[in-house]
């Protein structure tokens, strides 16, 4: 979740997967071969609980709940937030759909409650997996299929059996019209076939992306009978069929939608499951006016707030309840890659084609004044791609990232070789002049004369920039940037629109610059690709926001995806960190390691937290021992 203001706010983080070389992963990664292929003795007898990228699992496979849960945790009440995360097409500011696995649309958060996936991950693990609707999963020696066996109890909302034939039906239909984000990181998941009701057979292209499997045993199962008579890839907001823990209630489109919890859920006994999805209802509140939603958390409209505005954290807690301590807050620490945020820049168009131009954007950024006459201090700047993480590159690149390095030689900066870069830090001023004049220089450099003090590009056209964002919160970080801009001899302008026209223009790259904010897994995989690579720039809808296209950047996707330790993935990580950082796609904004929450006194939790996860509302309860104390006033 970028934090201040949010554009992609911090959940779960982002998976990803890519091809080059087989793995042949152990306890946790492959896939084995049927039908035209030989599945080994070995495979057919090796029936496992769980799964990750390198083989290794915590868990064994008689555990009987996750560590950071209580498994006796109380079963009731409502957990209601402003929803801090979303996935594909999903909305932080509206909704006009209940589909959130198609581009069209605005979908509802929370959609992903209502379904089952095969595997569900555990918060505790860079990116481990242990069986849902799949009591256990078959891995073929050459890592290309996975076998898996479906438990018997799995049902759907209306009491129809989940079998092997709907997971078959949700893999291909979600390669073939799900969200773009899903189909390209399913593009080597080759095809998946239902030997009989509980088992199916998924099967990946022969050089595969190493987390392809985990991608897909985390997708939504969808009923293949209810889906006979509707349109999968249609805007709705009919009820759809689900099978997970929730299920959806009440909604009004635009201003809120509530799960309630499916009492006797199938899976509610699991060990993945204990100690979990305790609350009746989980209900996600819409508003459009950040001001508007956090009045509404003072006068008791939701219960749970997590804050993404320093503003508010420094200044607005002083409201009656927060001082008789029926509001309480806490910082939790986040020690999941805090990815990156910024201002991205459309490469895609002609006038921002040169590098330095990009950098002298850059130059004119003052993140030290904003920090602190804006935020109270309370960020740090981003410099990476996989911030606060080991993969974030650091000094100069050792031999391991050389050897990935050295074919780039000469088609890649030459600072890739050396430290990596780092964006400017000024003298607060609000207009350091040292970094303005070298901004100055940099766009002359590039032939961007200065005539009547307006920035002409090569071309003879003045530079114009449009700054696009979907919230007027965002503005007084922009306005003085833009003066700075102004000094340049760059004209700049904010222009601010709806939820539903900003998806639009950002889904279909229509913009000069805008905010955007994305982080991924401690195992990042096939996901770098819809951020990253060159088939991505093209293809709308993808989180490549700045168009990077450049072959380096590709193959060294493709080397990360197929690293064989994580010693190896982390030299790969920090090899691409400093290319991409070497490109000066985006104006790097800030980062903050660290969760602030603030909820009403009515909830109970977990002595741990979950290492990778929030873990809020799943492990978290409600305690009616507190919601029943009297009110105190004033």
Request: one cysteine or more; aromatic letters at 12%.
């Amino acid at each position: 979740m970028p934090k201040e203001p949010p554009k992609c706010r911090n959940g779960h983080k982002s998976m990803a997967f890519s091809r080059r070389r087989v793995l042949r992963l152990f306890a946790g990664a492959a896939v084995a071969g049927v039908g035209s292929r030989v599945v080994s003795a070995s495979a057919q007898n090796a029936h496992r609980h769980g799964m990750s990228a390198f083989g290794d699992l915590s868990y064994p496979s008689d555990f009987p709940h996750f560590n950071y849960v209580n498994p006796k945790a109380p079963k009731g009440g409502v957990f209601s937030q402003i929803g801090p995360n979303r996935q594909f097409n999903q909305s932080f500011q509206t909704f006009n759909s209940l589909n959130s696995f198609i581009l069209k649309g605005d979908a509802a958060q929370g959609m992903e409650l209502t379904f089952a996936t095969l595997m569900v991950r555990s918060g505790d693990e860079p990116d481990a997996m242990y069986g849902l609707a799949a009591r256990s999963v078959r891995i073929s020696d050459d890592g290309l299929t996975y076998i898996f066996t479906l438990r018997p109890e799995a049902k759907f909302h209306d009491g129809t059996p989940l079998t092997a034939h709907d997971v078959a039906w949700s893999l291909a239909t979600l390669k073939e019209k799900g969200h773009p984000i899903i189909t390209q990181q399913l593009r080597d998941f080759t095809d998946a076939e239902a030997t009989d009701d509980r088992t199916v057979v998924a099967r990946f292209a022969e050089i595969r992306a190493r987390d392809v499997p985990l991608f897909v045993a985390a997708l939504p199962i969808f009923s293949r009978a209810y889906y006979s008579k509707k349109s999968f890839d249609e805007s709705t907001l009919d009820i759809p069929l689900g099978s997970g823990a929730y299920k959806v209630g009440r909604f009004q489109v635009g201003h809120f939608i509530e799960f309630e919890r499916v009492k006797d859920w199938w899976g509610g006994d699991l060990p993945v499951s204990r100690g979990q999805n305790n609350f009746d209802v989980v209900r996600f509140e819409y508003y459009r006016d950040r001001e508007v939603g956090f009045e509404g958390f003072t006068a008791r409209n939701y219960l749970f707030r997590e804050e993404f505005t320093s503003r508010f954290w420094a200044t607005r807690y002083d409201f009656p309840a927060f001082r008789d301590g029926r509001v309480k807050r806490n910082v939790l620490p986040d020690d999941t890659p805090s990815g990156a945020q910024g201002w991205f820049i459309n490469t895609r168009r002609e006038k921002f084609k040169d590098r330095r131009v990009r950098e002298a954007l850059i130059d004119a950024f003052d993140f030290e004044w904003t920090n602190k006459n804006i935020m109270y201090g309370s960020y740090e700047r981003t410099h990476s791609v996989f911030q606060n993480s080991p993969m974030m590159a650091k000094g100069k690149p050792d031999a391991a990232e050389l050897a990935l390095l050295e074919p780039f030689r000469g088609k890649v900066p030459d600072e890739v070789f050396d430290e990596p870069y780092v964006p400017p830090v000024t003298d607060v001023s609000g207009q350091d002049r040292q970094w303005l004049r070298r901004g100055a220089q940099l766009l002359s450099d590039a032939g961007c004369t200065l005539k009547n003090g307006k920035r002409i590009l090569p071309n003879g056209k003045p530079i114009t920039i449009e700054f696009l964002i979907d919230e007027p919160t965002f503005q007084p970080h922009h306005l003085p940037y833009i003066k700075n801009l102004g000094v340049l001899g760059i004209d700049a302008t904010l222009r601010i629109v709806d939820p539903v026209q900003y998806r639009a223009r950002v889904d279909g790259f229509d913009f000069d610059i805008t905010v955007e904010r994305f982080s991924f897994s401690a195992t990042p995989g096939d996901s770098l690709r819809t951020f990253f690579s060159s088939q991505a720039a093209e293809t709308k809808g993808s989180q490549n926001r700045a168009g990077i296209a450049d072959p380096a950047v590709d193959a060294l996707i493709d080397t990360i995806i197929a690293a064989k330790t994580r010693a190896d993935l982390t030299a790969a990580c920090k090899a691409l960190d400093r290319v991409i950082r070497g490109g000066r796609y985006w104006i790097p904004h800030w980062y903050k390691a660290s969760h602030w929450i603030a909820y009403w006194d009515v909830f109970d939790r977990p002595a741990t937290k979950p290492r990778y996860f929030r873990g809020i509302p799943e492990t978290w309860w409600y305690d009616r021992d507190k919601a029943a104390k009297p009110e105190q006033k004033g």
